[in-house]
């Protein structure tokens, strides 16, 4: 019954030019659709839930399932799964959904390019999606106009995180350019390749930094992976190579400028680079609390997840989807970043 009730409650679905309600009649019969008698099945497969800031986007989806539960009266069944950063398992984990009778998918795609391949599966079983996080090519949310992308835009991370380097330099330069050069020697920690986050902070950063005037030197750049242990052993032989000869350490996210700090926890605070990540997790806000981490770019997961679920809901209930969050070109939902820093961070904290 699961493919019935689904399928009938969208206004896609094609009703050949019998009068209506003889059709709208004889599906309740049939499926209950109209009654909604079934609870709304979600299924969330993330690329990996070793990941802190995917970690807490989980809960903070079951946290938003269940306040919706008790805000609409249904009952909301939310399956999690754990791809393990393996593209393979993540397809299973999808087919598995599928013939569990989810009515909704949301995907956190291990690899980028494997979306063509969900979006079509989704698109035969009629059943809505939702990747987040992990940005598909646009041809690929495309494909369908069941299929959305929930996220913010890694363009203006970048830029926010550079703002915040480039103030930072016009206010206090003569501590941040050690070596008195009026150039900025940086290095910069990157996240997974090929994701789209770690792509245009890298670059969006560094640009904010040089359109406001600043002469820069690059001294090294690494992929880290998103990790804090990688992210500590780069750090470590940079300090080695280029001892304080760097002045700024940009961080793709928060993770990694962690790690950064650990590898620098044995040097006197006075000589420590300026630091900066992404996300505003909770131990990062510490650490700007803390004075290790000049600042950081919250990175809305509650809105993520909170968008997402609105538009589970409006889909199954067969609502406009544009009526329940604000959707851009039909397809995307995009939740603003904001800079933080000890000036504002009790705003985050409170969150
Ligand atoms: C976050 C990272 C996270 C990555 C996972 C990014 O948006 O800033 O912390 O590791 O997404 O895809
Ligand atoms: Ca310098």
């Known amino acids: 019954m699961g493919r019935k009730t689904k399928n009938c409650s969208f206004p896609s679905c094609r009703l050949p030019a019998v009068s209506l309600a003889v059709w709208l009649g004889a599906l309740l019969v049939l499926s209950g659709c109209g009654g909604k008698d079934h609870s709304l099945r979600v299924g969330a497969a993330l690329y990996t839930q070793d ?7 989980a809960q903070n989806l079951e946290g938003i399932v269940r306040e919706a539960e008790s805000e609409t009266g249904k009952k909301i069944t939310l399956f999690i799964a754990d791809g393990k950063s393996n593209q393979s398992t993540q397809m299973d984990q999808v087919d598995r959904f599928l013939a569990r009778g989810c ?9 980028r390019t494997a979306a063509a391949v969900i979006a079509d599966k989704a ?6 999606l939702i990747f987040f996080n992990r940005q ?44 008195g050069d009026g150039v900025l ?40 992976n998103w990790n804090r242990a990688q992210a500590a052993a780069r750090t470590a032989q940079w300090l080695e190579e280029f001892g304080e000869g760097i002045e700024v350490i940009f961080s793709n996210n928060d993770d990694m400028a962690l790690g950064a700090i650990d590898a ?6 006075s000589r420590w680079p300026l630091i900066v990540g992404v996300d505003a997790t909770a131990p990062a806000l510490e650490a700007v609390a803390a004075g290790q981490l000049y600042g950081t770019v ?7 997840a909170q968008a997402m679920m609105a538009l589970a809901l409006a889909l199954w209930n067969g609502e406009d989807p544009a009526q329940a969050v604000d959707l851009w ?23």
């Open 264 to 269: 620098l926890s044995n040097m006197p605070r």
């Open 51 to 57: 990941d802190t800031f995917i970690s807490a986007m």
């Open 123 to 128: 698109e035969a079983e009629g059943v809505p």
């Open 298 to 304: 919250h990175n809305d997961g509650i809105g993520q």
């Open 103 to 111: 009515d909704v998918l949301c995907v956190n795609l291990v690899d």
């Open 136 to 179: 598909p090519v646009a041809e690929d949310i495309q494909r369908w106009d069941r299929i959305y992308y929930v996220g913010a835009d890694a363009k203006e991370s970048g830029a926010l995180q550079g703002a915040l380097v480039l103030e930072a330099w016009e206010a206090d330069r003569e501590t941040l350019d050690r070596n």
């Open 185 to 224: 020697q940086y290095v910069m920690l990157e996240g997974e390749p090929g994701h789209q986050d770690s792509l245009l902070r890298t670059e969006y950063s560094i640009k904010a930094v040089t359109d406001g005037g600043v002469e820069v030197e690059k001294l090294a750049n690494e992929t880290a």
């Open 329 to 351: 070109e039909g397809h995307y939902v995009w939740l603003p970043y904001r800079a933080v820093t000890l000036e504002n961070l009790e705003e985050f904290l409170a969150e």
